[in-house]
């Protein structure tokens, strides 16, 4: 029996479930997939919530807390060898080994904590804590590297978006184990144990290498519904913030505040299938009114292949591999070319940059890792520590946001050094440190705004820098050397200089009674200004420091800058027959490297102006 409209309908469910497997296959899933799993990697950033009880439980005095919130940073930052997997590996291989590494680490953690096994040695704990933070390096070469070379053109919007959405996990993972775990802190680290490990394991698969070309690899309208989206979950989070500060919520609130946060959190599925349902349509459009130019890819594919052999001939005799390598090391290419690993390394450009990272980002995350035990020293209640952590995480992804963005705007339109936006940037985060070592009355809610935002901020920019000035090839690699910048000043700023002052200043304060921290009980607390003073005018000077290190970058990079810096991109597109159609993309990739081939040799003669 055949019903009348039946083959209407079969078609239409058809051309659904067509619909829905592009979208699951196409490059903004993808982008959306790690926006995601962005979004569950921040859990180094909440540290401040459940140090606590790791110190009370464990009974840690606050160096020996330093310590393993260094090797917490040092985990988070150092991913090195994540970035070296991911050269040779694809992006499901290191997002796997990070959502395992993840769940191993803070589950021991959560153990440990709550007695569920024997206590651990403080060395073990550092491992604990090292190995878990290490899932969010895995997470962001995974994620992070794949879409700036997805979208390379866009590169600080992409990075401003993804780092965002790491900033804001703090944030809804302080609701959301609320709403789940009700007050019990512990609970959290449960919470940042699992969750993370299960978003990479449910998206790793979409996560891959895909760019595209023509119009379509310059769109740059999604980023902006993406931004709105960032911007509407920082301002919810505020709200909520604020409100439950004022009025508490009840335990029925808390659990529909995490339920409306998961629906934001899928919101922006409808940009994703907005955009390819216009890709698709558009791809109609173009099918029916233009011929297949199939042969125009042939004839391309043939001339690149003479200009290659026309190059090839004019070259001087290979040397050895070993022989070229060593050669190479200190004539490295002009500032955007790709760069080898070696090369970056010991560029001048990373030395400097890499001082300024240290004095920067190292006394942020001394701000940070410590804002549980100054709101204590200066008397704020524990409700207004939660506070502090939820306005650093929100203010950090609000400063990632708009330093991607609006150095992007600047760029394009004033040719302004990026660079230049880093040295701004230390230079404000001075104010909070100040805010910090004076203790002004109620000053702590504006210097956690303050220091969120910066720390926010340096993300994108550091990471936008590598890769304009070293290029694209071993980006994952550099990307990750310049994260271990961050733990060394740390380990300086938080436990040589923080944590020595603060437990000198408590036993002062507590002499003459027993030390509780030295005779195993519960920790020394230090009450009062000078518990942080004397450690945060240090991290003022270091600052400023790193300030002006950075403007010797600026220095050397400014003719860089004036310049077109994504003219290799653009040069590389390829011609509208070869976009088109799915067979063809072993030919559009062949195809895709012979206008950089061709200006090669233009290339090399200005190297020598552009590099200094």
Request: aromatic content about 12%; hydrophobic content about 45%; glycine content about 10%.
């Amino acid at each position: 029996m055949v019903f009348p409209g039946g083959g209407e309908g079969a078609s239409a469910a058809i051309s659904r479930a067509q619909l829905a497997i592009r979208v699951v296959k196409g490059r903004w899933f993808m982008f959306y997939a790690c926006l995601l799993i962005m979004a569950g990697a921040g859990a180094t950033y909440i540290f401040g919530i459940y140090s606590g009880d790791i110190k009370s439980s464990l009974g840690y005095n606050q160096k020996t807390l330093n310590t393993m919130s260094f090797f917490k940073d040092l985990g988070g930052n150092v991913g090195i060898v994540s970035g070296l997997i991911n050269e040779v590996a694809p992006p499901w291989v290191v997002l796997l080994m990070g959502a395992g590494m993840n769940l191993f680490g803070y589950l021991m953690i959560f153990l440990a904590i709550t007695g569920r096994i024997a206590r651990p040695a403080v060395w073990h704990m550092c491992a604990f804590i090292c190995v878990g933070s290490s899932s969010q390096s895995f997470a962001n070469t995974g994620s992070l590297i794949t879409c700036v070379k997805n979208f390379p053109e866009s590169r600080g919007v992409v990075l401003g978006l993804l780092k965002c959405f790491v900033g804001l996990s703090g944030a809804f993972y302080t609701q959301l184990y609320s709403a789940v775990y009700g007050d019990d802190s512990k609970s959290l680290v449960l919470l940042i144990a699992w969750l993370p490990a299960a978003i990479s394991i449910f998206f790793v698969y979409t996560i891959r290498i895909m760019p595209a070309s023509g119009a379509s690899a310059t769109a740059s309208k999604p980023f902006y519904y993406f931004m709105y989206f960032a911007v509407a979950h920082g301002t919810y989070l505020m709200v909520v913030i604020i409100v439950d500060k004022l009025i508490a919520f009840s335990r029925p609130e808390q659990i529909a505040n995490g339920a409306f946060i998961i629906f934001l959190l899928f919101l922006p599925i409808t940009v994703v299938v907005w955009e390819e349902l216009r890709i698709r349509k558009e791809g109609d459009e173009d099918s029916e009114s233009k011929p297949p130019k199939a042969p125009v890819s042939l004839a391309i594919d043939s001339s690149g292949d003479k200009q290659s052999q026309e190059y090839s001939a004019g070259e001087k005799e290979p040397k050895s591999a070993t022989t070229c390598c060593l050669a190479e090391i200190f004539r490295p290419p002009a500032r955007g070319e790709d760069y080898s690993i070696l090369q970056a390394l010991v560029s001048i450009d990373m030395i400097v940059l890499f001082l300024a990272i240290m004095c920067g980002v190292g006394g942020t995350l001394t701000a940070i890792d410590n804002m549980g035990q100054i709101g204590q020293s200066l008397g704020y209640p524990s409700r207004s520590i939660n506070t502090f952590v939820s306005l650093i995480s929100i203010w950090n992804a609000m400063g990632r946001l708009a330093s991607g963005y609006s150095s992007e705007i600047l760029i394009s339109r004033y040719k302004l050094p990026r660079p230049l936006m880093l040295t701004f940037v230390l230079l404000l985060a001075c104010v909070g440190h100040l805010l910090i070592a004076f203790g002004v009355p109620n000053s702590l809610y504006v210097a956690s705004v303050i220091i969120g935002f910066c720390f926010g901020a340096q993300g994108p920019l550091i990471c936008a820098i590598i890769s304009e000035i070293f290029g694209l090839k071993y980006y994952s690699t550099l990307y990750n050397f310049g994260g271990v910048a961050s733990p060394i000043g740390l380990y300086i700023l938080n436990v040589i200089v923080t944590g020595h002052i603060y437990d000198r200043e408590a036993e002062r304060q507590n002499a003459g009674h027993p030390s509780p921290a030295r005779s195993g009980g519960k920790d020394l607390t230090c009450i009062g200004v000078n518990c942080f003073r004397e450690s945060f005018l240090i991290i003022v000077a270091v600052t400023v420091l790193g300030a002006v290190i950075s403007l010797v970058l600026v220095f050397r990079t400014r003719k860089f800058y004036k310049g077109d810096i994504y003219a290799r991109f653009r040069s590389t597109e390829l011609p509208a027959a070869v976009e088109s159609g799915g067979g063809e993309t072993e030919l559009s990739t062949s195809c895709s490297n012979l206008p950089n081939e061709k200006k090669l040799g233009e290339r090399e003669l200005q190297s020598s102006s552009n590099h200094m």
